[in-house]
């Protein structure tokens, strides 16, 4: 199942008793604590949780399962240390018999344990669905090794090998045979890059890659340039300087992750500016809390950038989800009794996702001024009137 669908159907949960359940796990990188540290560490974690909860009002029969719910998070915790080197989230509402558990990348903290109303959505989302399937391919002359690199794990996809040159070894001595040789080898290295190229753009019209990295030699790279594809072009995002017969798979992972960090960033940037140029000339774009609010609240949001700090208060309505800046104990729309959110980025991602958006974590001082949440909008509501229409 695609991420968004999966995070979607997590911020669907809603538990009135506050059962939802979010436990990340962090692995310490180097190891700074031993086993038992982090074991301690996180039975602290779970123990507090429970205390806390004794004393909510809450009903027995969900003290005893959200108990028996951390309890088997802390069980879980207790073998993840050393044969497990990858971050893990898992979500638990025994209210609603729900129980997943992921391995995902690294998460911006540290091991943490949420027990709420809703699940903590941020650190999952942020580390997952901006996750590029990424196609390495290092190429050589007669040799190239396709690699998929997605959420911070390398596997080999395939080999394509071509001999080159074997059986036109000449007997001849003279210009004409080694010439002829030599053509034949070229056409031969022309041949097996155009049959990599075109591996490649397969791979990319099946859907299975967002971008792509070349790995090659230098010399090798004027050989494949002329034979990428318009398509694989647009997602083209560099090429490493390597000898794919030597280089190891830690070394081209060190060179991708690195071009991929670029990418990112620099799409980020254009994302930014992108929001920020349409709200200033009032079209696609809004920026600040109070108007990203209405634009979710409207459905008219496309993609959700929400800054990395960004944090604010906020109360949510507990019967029709309205969302208000206010600290209003009655929802402005439905008079409902609201509910106080610590950290209204948790709602905003949860409505997002809801409403079928995409959210793009940013960092970037610019935007954090400028309020440090905004969103790119699929239509502007308020310009669809039919006066507006008619003028
Ligand atoms: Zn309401």
Redesign the pocket.
Known sequence: MQWQEELRQLAEIESPESGAITFYFQPQVPQNLSHREETILVKDLVEQAIHRHSRNGNSDGNRVRLRSDLQRILEIAEHLHGNHSRAKAIFSCSEKDLWREFDIPEIAGNTQLHVNSRFHLKPIADAVLAAKRCSVALVDRERARILDLFMDEVTEREQIADEIGRNVRSDGFNGYEAGHVERHVGNGVMRHVKRVTERLLEIRTEGQMDSLIIGCRPEMWPEIEPHLHAYLKQCFIGRITLDPALASVREVQEHAARLLDENRLSEQQARIREVIGEAQRNGRGSLGLRHVLTSLERGEVQTLLIGNTFAARAVE?T????LDTRLVEK?A????QTREQDDIGDALIGFALRSGANILHVDDGQFAKAGNIGALLRFRADQNTPEKLAG
């Open positions: 309505c019967h029709c989800g309205h929802c729309i439905c008079a409902h």
